[in-house]
């Protein structure tokens, strides 16, 4: 079992910066990688970035290409997304994921692990 803490959520202004961290704690030597996703209401819930543990490939969604960032620190078991240049659209609540097998990194359907989510609500 992996267990997930998100946090850094909060309320900011179009144009602002925020940065979610989510520490992994329990059997984390079998993440192969993790990954953020969000899901605003009524809407489904959608791949935003990933990065493998291992050799830190990273996989981004094009709505967040340029402006989001993921990076880990592995001493610390803790994935990041650097958010930047926020917009409205972003509004969500953002999960933290993460997969042991070697599935698709930007299918939800890939993660075994989830954590319980943080509010991020950009304002226009």
């Known amino acids: 079992q992996v267990q997930l803490v998100e946090s850094g959520g909060g309320l900011v202004q179009a144009g602002g910066s925020l940065r979610l961290s989510c520490a992994a704690s329990?059997?984390?030597?079998?993440?192969?990688?993790m990954g953020w996703f969000r899901q605003a209401p009524e809407k489904e819930r959608e791949f935003v970035a990933a990065?493998?543990?291992?050799?830190?490939?990273?996989n981004y969604a094009d709505s967040v290409k340029g402006r989001f960032t993921i990076s880990k620190d592995n001493a610390k078991n803790t994935v990041y997304l650097q958010m930047n240049s926020l917009k409205p659209d972003d509004t969500a609540i953002y999960y933290c994921a993460a997969q042991s097998g070697l599935g698709m990194m930007m299918s939800v359907r890939s993660y075994e692990y989830w954590g319980q989510g943080t509010q991020v609500t950009v304002s226009s």
């Open positions: 990065v493998t543990w291992g050799g830190g490939r990273t």
């Open positions: 329990g059997r984390t030597f079998t993440t192969y990688a």
